[in-house]
């Protein structure tokens, strides 16, 4: 069951008009709740950033926070509400009657759908991922959680067809982010990762693996590393709200220190996993 302007309907039933913003731009934003069972993780700073998107591109929210968390909770339960999902919330600009760039004030088109996490096992996370990097050529304002994402899935396939978890991307040879996730490097027993702003998605994952590193008593750097540093680094991992915390140990075909996943990623993974219940 989804959720579709105002109704609850069977995914196949849910249709939007071809003149949807959503559909001819891309111009929406949206968001990615975590639930396990009954624990939405991060629902507060989700649906804050959910706030800044529709702030970014000049939508009215058309909820209160309340009855954000009652829709996302009705679909929960409407997809069996013992599992781990994924919720995804959408907001487009809606419909004009003319297909034009410019707009004006329109009832925004709200779609929710509930889809499967999947659990892995640390076992099979101990030897780690793989990654490309590619330059990052997008937008400098990826801090909005915008639909429009072209360059991501571009980047995303690339690493598919790679055999890889993530396409890493660097501009002007800092490592900003992942096309679907943000990245962590450990060096010297720091943990790295690039600071918030116009270069990256201010990944709730990433706030909760930096207070989880913080609780462990580790340093974190909120600092911007080079691909050389990432190259050369003790440890590297992608975060993200559906696979929250991946060691990668292998970047463009070379081992990342000793090629397996290290003691920092383990103990901020484990931390993790205590959020979950
Ligand atoms: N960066 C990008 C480009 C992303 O698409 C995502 C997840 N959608 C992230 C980072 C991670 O964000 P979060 O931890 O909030 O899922």
Known sequence: MVYLNGNFIQKDKAYISIMDRGFLFGDGVYEVFPVYGNIILGLEPHLNRLQDGL???????????????????????????????AIYLQISRGCDENRKHTYGQLKPTIYIQSSGIEQRDKNDLLKGKSAITREDIRWLKS????????????????????????AILYRDGIVTEASSSNVFIVKDD???????????????????AIQCAKDLGIEVREEKFTKEQLMQADEVWISSSTREILPITRVDGVSISNGHSGPFWSSVYDQYQTLKS
Not at 145 to 152: E, I
Not at 190 to 207: A, E, M
């Open 55 to 85: 702030d970014a591109i000049n939508i009215k929210n058309p909820h209160s926070k309340n009855e954000w968390i009652n829709l996302i909770n009705k679909i929960i339960t409407l997809n069996d509400k013992n599992s781990n999902q």
């Open 190 to 208: 720091c943990l790295y990762t690039h600071p918030k702003g116009p270069n990256i998605l201010p990944g709730i994952t990433r706030d909760v």
């Open 143 to 166: 801090n909005t959680k915008a639909t429009s994402l072209l360059a991501n899935t571009l980047y995303a396939q690339e690493a598919k067809e790679c055999n890889s978890e993530e």
